[in-house]
């Protein structure tokens, strides 16, 4: 048994592909702005965790 797909998709318009392609080019900006800020974030905490244990570490040594 076949299945006549008979529905094609309309082709883009310039006018569409140009405006689609604008589109994804935004999200995709935003989405490596947020990426970012969400590395940066991990690792300024990462930093912090490292020298509060390596205080802590310290003062357990000198104690």
Known sequence: MTEDVSYRRKPLTPEQRQARDAT????????????????????????????ERLAREQTEAKG
């Open 24 to 51: 994804r080019r935004i999200e995709a900006e935003k989405a490596m702005r947020e990426h970012e800020a969400a590395q940066k974030a991990f690792y300024a905490n990462k930093e912090r965790l490292r020298a």
